[in-house]
C-alpha cells in the first residue's frame, strides 16, 4: 500500500529545495500559495524564482498511466497491453502485426471467386490465417491474461499461440 502524502509538506520541501537557487533571494514574493487538505493547511509567500520552477515542474510532468493516445477514437485510456478499452484497437508491435493480418484476412475474402490455382492456394493459406485470426486471437489474449495473473502456464500458453499457425 503507498504511503498517503501531505500536500503542504510537498509543496513546503519543493520551495525550500528550489528556493536555495534563486538568484535574488532579497526580492518581495510574488505570489501567495494556500493548500487546504484533510490534514491540515498552510500558507506560502514565493517569490519569481519558486514559481517559474514550479510551472516548470508542473508542465514537465507526466502520469505513469499515460501511455499514449488511440489513433482510432483518441481514448487516453491505453492500457498496459497498449489495448484500447474504448474502441478495442491494439497499438504496438502487437497491435501492428493483428492490423496486418486482418488487412490480409480481408484482401483474401474480396477476391475474385474465379481464381486461377495459385490464387486458390493463396486463399487456402487466407483461410487458414483467419482460422488462427479467430483462434490465434483467443490463444494470444489467453497468454496476455496468464502473464498478468502471474501464472507459471504463461510460457506455456504462450508457446501454444505459434503451434496454433498453420
Known amino acids: 500500500m503507498t504511503e498517503p502524502l501531505d500536500p503542504a509538506a510537498v509543496l513546503a520541501d519543493f520551495i525550500e529545495r528550489v528556493a536555495h537557487f534563486d538568484p535574488v ?12 487538505t484533510a490534514l491540515g493547511e498552510a500558507t506560502f509567500a514565493v517569490g519569481d524564482h519558486v ?7 508542473l508542465a514537465s510532468y507526466r502520469d505513469p498511466a499515460d501511455r499514449g493516445t488511440c489513433i482510432q477514437c ?5 492500457d498496459e497491453n497498449l489495448h484500447c478499452p474504448e474502441c478495442g484497437r491494439l497499438h504496438g508491435i502487437l497491435g501492428e502485426v493483428i ?31 483467419a482460422t488462427f485470426a479467430t483462434d490465434g ?30
Open 74 to 78: 483518441g481514448s487516453r485510456r491505453l
Open 99 to 129: 492490423a496486418r493480418h486482418a488487412r490480409r484476412v480481408a484482401e483474401a475474402e474480396t477476391a475474385p471467386a474465379d481464381a486461377t490455382t495459385d490464387d486458390a492456394a493463396a486463399t487456402d493459406g487466407a483461410a487458414a490465417d
Open 25 to 36: 533571494p532579497e526580492a518581495a514574493p510574488v505570489a501567495v500559495l494556500g493548500v487546504r
Open 137 to 166: 486471437a483467443a490463444t494470444v489474449g489467453a497468454a496476455f491474461a496468464s502473464i498478468e495473473a502471474g501464472s507459471a502456464d504463461a510460457v506455456a500458453t504462450a508457446d501454444a499461440v505459434g503451434d496454433q499457425r498453420p
Open 51 to 57: 514559481v517559474r520552477a514550479m510551472c516548470r515542474a
